[in-house]
């Protein structure tokens, strides 16, 4: 069975302490779950009956390829022109409750662990007809076209629809479920789920140029950022700038998973701060 982490905001009450795990660095940071709070949400254009936590953003000395949302959506509501920007590709993965997703005039059902590929410049509109509130993840990233290769397709599935794959030699530890071929090289960024059971790890500490975000669905486990061995819990983002070392213990009792994207398969930029 499978559980994640969805935030619900509120506010802490004034008793509580202020010292948390919250970490804003050159090349890492950490939301914890506790920051997800009423007063940081945001709205959007076009938007009904709908609030949002921003995770990451492009900004100097942040997030340079993307931006990570988890979107509320209250009963009734949603759009009917959600992306405003046609250059921009997006990933919905949905935590909590249900939303009705129509892409390209087909209607799709996505419950938990629903996942939807989204290709610039296309149609789609997002409803909840239910009668509870839903969350899901909302990734976008500005899509970088290569002549004479084609913009990827539009694709709806789910989690459970998608094996797991083991890392070599971990005796499945450690898996990954891909969403997308990774010799594709129409798609420009990944968003897969990473799983660890209990005494998985990363043994070596990954440095390279892929920037990440990663979100913890289920489960708690020590994350080498930098040179730091940060705790981390499901609900806690984390953002890696390229090439910061990384590297994970899963220690917890239960499996330690996450949502995590990537930049790949296109050639590095050779200005700086030139568009992606």
């Known amino acids: 069975m499978t559980n994640?982490?969805?935030?619900?905001?509120?506010?802490?009450a004034q008793t509580e302490l202020l010292t948390d795990r919250a970490m804003f660095t050159e090349a890492y940071a950490v939301i914890p779950k506790g920051v997800y709070r009423d007063?940081?949400?945001s709205n959007l254009p076009f938007w009904d009956n709908t609030r949002l936590w921003v995770l990451a953003r492009p900004l100097s000395g942040f997030?340079?390829?993307?931006?990570?949302?988890?979107?509320?959506?209250?009963?009734?509501?949603?759009?009917?022109?959600p992306e405003l920007d046609p250059n921009a590709e997006g990933v919905l993965f949905v935590v909590e409750g249900d939303i009705t997703l129509t892409l390209q005039g087909t209607a799709h059902t996505l419950k938990p662990g629903g996942y939807a590929f989204i290709p610039p410049a296309?149609?789609?509109?997002?409803?909840?007809?239910?009668?509870?509130?839903?969350?899901?993840?909302?990734?976008?990233?500005?899509?970088q076209a290569v002549d004479g290769i084609p913009h990827p397709e539009a694709f709806v599935t789910n989690e459970q629809d998608v094996e797991a794959v083991p890392m070599p030699g971990t005796e499945g530890r450690w898996a990954t479920s891909r969403f997308v071929d990774p010799s594709d090289v129409r798609h420009d960024m990944h968003v897969n789920i990473v799983t660890f059971e209990p005494g998985g790890?990363?043994?070596f500490a990954e440095t390279h140029v892929m920037e990440h975000g990663l979100y913890v669905l289920e489960g708690k486990a020590v994350y080498r950022l930098n040179q730091d061995w940060v705790e981390v819990e499901a609900g806690d983002f984390m953002?890696?700038?390229?090439?910061?070392?990384?590297?994970?213990y899963a220690g917890g009792p239960d499996r330690f998973r996450y949502l995590l994207y990537k930049d790949v398969n296109r050639h590095m930029n050779l200005l700086l701060n030139s568009p992606r």
């Open 4 to 12: 994640y982490y969805a935030p619900h905001g509120g506010h802490p």
């Open 39 to 41: 007063i940081v949400t």
């Open 63 to 81: 997030a340079e390829t993307f931006s990570q949302y988890i979107v509320e959506v209250s009963p009734g509501g949603g759009s009917d022109k």
């Open 122 to 143: 296309s149609s789609w509109t997002l409803r909840n007809t239910s009668g509870e509130a839903a969350r899901f993840h909302w990734i976008r990233k500005h899509y």
């Open 201 to 203: 790890v990363i043994p």
């Open 239 to 248: 953002w890696l700038r390229a090439f910061c070392p990384q590297a994970c």
